[in-house]
């Protein structure tokens, strides 16, 4: 019997010869783990079904004109565009019709329904990533165009080529159709909007158009132009009155010269007789023409100054008018007091043509007089036109517009609209070019950068880590369980736990004496044990391989 130690003896520390010791103890339970770790993980790594990877990568082609000549109307970067489009195409629906279109997932069919085999295929075997850009084009200061990749994993590698080949196709299909459809909805609605603008546009220029109509003359626009019509019509006023004063200055002179030939004509007539009285009433007469000039001049400078409704206007028109009368008075009274004619004598050549003469020139002034009674009476009614056209834009500006808020609001909102419609004009036709552009392909679209592949190796599972894992793990195991045997073993191995747990002196050391026949046997034994262990575990791990080989595609 060994000797036991004590549950009260404390063990003591060990060495790497007591780890030898244990490890050489304990073998058979070190390596039946390891070897049982290793036959299992072999045969899982190897009856674990192939999962292939095809890969098929798709960049995104710039326009093939410049942003800045036709900027596109639709602004969605790489990753919400790849996930629009991901959210389109991987839906239920079309997920159902590529795995009942290609067959996939057969057995698990059986046994799974299918929205669970849809999910399984969305979150786990199906991936769009987009490609790592280096570092150069991260640093680059220009827009870079990167890629992404779709990724589909399946246990048939050529399936999974033609499952990638189909979602590539959905992707660049669905990516021209998606984004024709989205440029020319934005075209649409901008296009709506411009319609909707043109026409308050063109409600707010009627309005306009309307107040102006009923307010001729009165807007606060056209006021510096009845002040420049103004101006100008008093002007024209100011030229008719020097005329209408040369007129009445050239008519004097030509009723002076009229009165002056008549009294020449009266003297050949009777010369002595007429003598006096043609000079008193010569006296008067040019006192009146002299007072007539006075107010005349006065008239011209008060109507410079003044208009006619100012009664200093009116005033002097008054004594304008009865010194005129007073004067044709003069004339008529001159007329009456001629003397009667002298008893008809012969007149002699001489005087018969000076009194022809006189009489011609008598006729003549008198036209003159008239011409210019019918220059002046056009004058006249130019004056009347002037006066009229005059008070006419006075009261233009003297007048108030009706309703001027009102047109200032129509203004103001005219011309908000007509901003609005120009930034409206100008984002319809920049879409529309946008628009044009995507319907000729020439936009920003994508295009297949690398065809799906043919993986030639799975991706999974990764026998060499399972096995290498597997055996770890086996070791692990091997170890837990000698050390759990050593820690419950308690009797003492060696010279070392004698001196130790004893503290006694060794005097001699007697070895461990057993039978032979009993040795061999217990060794046959064991061999024979792990021969057969080694053989069937060789065998199945054979088995699993050949299995794995023969039905590879």
């Given at each position: ?57 798709i960049r995104v082609v710039p326009p093939q004109v410049p942003e800045n000549f036709v900027p596109a109307n639709v602004n969605l970067d790489l990753q919400g565009r790849v996930n629009s489009l991901a959210q389109l195409i991987l839906n239920r629906a079309t997920l159902a019709n590529i795995i009942n279109t290609h067959g996939l997932y057969k057995k698990q069919l059986a046994r799974r329904p299918l929205d669970d085999l849809v999910e399984q295929m969305r ?46 196709a959905r992707f660049l299909e669905e990516n021209i159709r998606e984004g024709s459809q989205r440029t020319v909805s934005t075209t649409q609605f901008l296009r709506d909007q411009w319609e909707q603008s043109k026409k308050k546009l063109d409600a707010l220029e009627q309005r306009i158009s309307e107040f102006r109509t009923h307010n001729m003359g009165r807007l606060p626009e056209e006021q510096q132009n009845n002040v420049q019509q103004l101006t100008a019509l ?320």
């Amino acid at each position: 019997m060994e000797p036991q130690l004590t549950s009260a003896a404390k063990r003591r520390p060990l060495d790497l010869e007591d780890y030898v010791d244990i490890a050489r103890r304990h073998k058979a339970w070190i390596l039946g783990p390891i070897f049982a770790a290793l036959v299992a993980s072999v045969v899982l790594a190897f009856l674990w079904p192939d999962t292939y990877v095809s890969v098929a990568t798709i960049r995104v082609v710039p326009p093939q004109v410049p942003e800045n000549f036709v900027p596109a109307n639709v602004n969605l970067d790489l990753q919400g565009r790849v996930n629009s489009l991901a959210q389109l195409i991987l839906n239920r629906a079309t997920l159902a019709n590529i795995i009942n279109t290609h067959g996939l997932y057969k057995k698990q069919l059986a046994r799974r329904p299918l929205d669970d085999l849809v999910e399984q295929m969305r979150l786990r075997d199906l991936k769009v990533v987009p490609v790592e850009q280096s570092l150069n084009q991260i640093q680059s200061q220009q827009r870079q165009y990167p890629a992404f990749e779709i990724r589909f994993a399946y246990s048939d590698r050529f399936v999974a080529q033609k499952v990638t080949t189909d979602l590539v196709a959905r992707f660049l299909e669905e990516n021209i159709r998606e984004g024709s459809q989205r440029t020319v909805s934005t075209t649409q609605f901008l296009r709506d909007q411009w319609e909707q603008s043109k026409k308050k546009l063109d409600a707010l220029e009627q309005r306009i158009s309307e107040f102006r109509t009923h307010n001729m003359g009165r807007l606060p626009e056209e006021q510096q132009n009845n002040v420049q019509q103004l101006t100008a019509l008093e002007s024209q006023r100011l030229n008719l009155n020097m005329s209408m004063n040369r007129v009445n200055q050239e008519r004097l002179l030509n009723e002076n010269q009229l009165r002056i030939y008549r009294e020449q004509l009266a003297s050949l007539k009777d010369p002595s007789a007429q003598q006096a009285v043609v000079q008193q009433n010569n006296d008067r007469l040019a006192e009146k023409d002299r007072e007539i000039a006075q107010y005349e001049d006065s008239l011209e400078a008060a109507r410079q100054r003044y208009k006619e409704t100012h009664p200093d206007v009116q005033r002097l028109v008054s004594l304008l008018a009865a010194a005129r009368k007073q004067r044709q008075e003069i004339v008529s009274q001159e007329e009456a007091r001629k003397p009667d004619p002298p008893p008809q004598r012969a007149a002699s050549p001489q005087f018969i043509r000076e009194q022809r003469e006189l009489a011609a020139l008598v006729e003549r002034t008198q036209g003159l007089i008239q011409a210019k009674d019918l220059e002046m009476d056009d004058y006249r009614k130019q004056a009347v036109q002037l006066d009229a056209s005059t008070r006419k834009y006075q009261a233009r500006l003297e007048s108030v517009p009706l309703g001027i808020k009102e047109y200032d609001e129509l203004i103001r909102d005219r011309d908000l609209a007509k901003k609005d419609y120009e930034d409206l004009d100008r984002r319809l036709n920049t879409s529309a070019m946008a628009t044009a552009l995507e319907n000729r392909q020439a936009g920003e679209r994508l295009e297949q950068l690398d065809p799906p592949s043919l993986p030639q190796t799975p991706a999974e599972p990764r026998r060499p880590l399972i096995i290498g894992l597997g055996t770890s793990l086996g070791l692990v195991i091997g170890l837990c369980l000698a050390g759990t045997r050593e820690l419950q073993d308690s009797a003492l191995k060696n010279l070392k736990d004698i001196r130790a747990y004893t503290q006694l002196p060794i005097l001699a050391a007697v070895p461990l004496l057993e039978n032979d026949l009993v040795v061999r046997r217990r060794r046959r034994l064991a061999w024979m044990a792990w021969s057969a262990a080694s053989i069937a575990g060789a065998f199945i791990m054979s088995g699993s391989v050949v299995y794995y080989y023969a039905t590879r595609l």
